[in-house]
């Protein structure tokens, strides 16, 4: 499948494909740089690469949380990072209407964890012919997931990827079981590791969410021992300035040595 999606490069290797970005499109600056670093890198190391950015984040904590520069400019910069550095895009959507709209601008439309079980939103994402990235919820199995993805495989799109991004463990705290994968993996469509939100520590007492940065190395490492077929990572190049999810994010200086390393661990799988 990954194969399908447009500009998508090194799709021939045997390598796991990368979805990293910022967690937010946050100026006009910063996922250009962002995108051409991770671009040299995964060219470099022959990684297929989709660049992710959220246009606004629609699931924040608190009210006065930063959600976006404006849905139209973010979407504009998505468009141009792609074609900037001939990238395929990925960005979320959280509506039918946002469905239309950003399907006008980027490659792969991606599912919220928090609604997965929405039917119109899934239906309305599988209609447009995009490829569709399912985020399984923090309270779902992967077994369960198997509904989700029939509601876009109903439109006829078998263009999907379904993302493990941890399951709720108690009320502040995710926790990855890696069952999971295995059991997606049975759908017959990619199966990714969202290791960043993996690391979350939501419901904060700040309204802030809370993250364990220094784990990526050790989830990413699982993920790939295990089989996943993708892996997906925020990154920025100075997270305690992130205005979004940046206590766990992954320093951008620090994604390559991390994917040489999971590169060996997939060569030693096959």
Known sequence: MISTINKIKHAQTQNFFLIAGPCVIEND????????KISEISNALEIPYIFKASYKKANRSKLDSFTGIGDQRALDIIRQVGKEF?????????????????AEYADVLQIPA??????????????????????????????????????????????????????????????????????????????????????QQPNQASGITGGQPELIETIAKAGIAAGVDGIFIETHPDPAKAKSDGANMLRLELLEDLLKKLLKIRKAIL
């Open 114 to 199: 928090f609604l997965c079980r929405q039917t119109e939103l899934l239906i309305a994402a599988g209609k447009t012919g995009k490829a569709v990235n399912i985020k399984k919820g923090q309270f779902l199995s992967g077994e369960m997931m198997k509904f989700a993805v029939d509601k876009v495989t109903s439109t006829g799109n078998q263009k999907i990827m379904v993302t493990d991004r941890g399951n709720s463990f108690g009320y502040s705290d995710l926790v990855v079981d890696y069952r999971n994968i295995h059991q997606m993996k049975r759908f017959g469509f990619p199966v990714v590791l969202d290791i960043t939100h993996s690391l």
């Open 29 to 36: 600056e910063n996922p250009f740089e962002i995108a051409g």
């Open 86 to 102: 001939d990238l395929p895009t990925l960005t979320d959507v959280h509506t039918e209407r946002e469905v239309e709209m950003a």
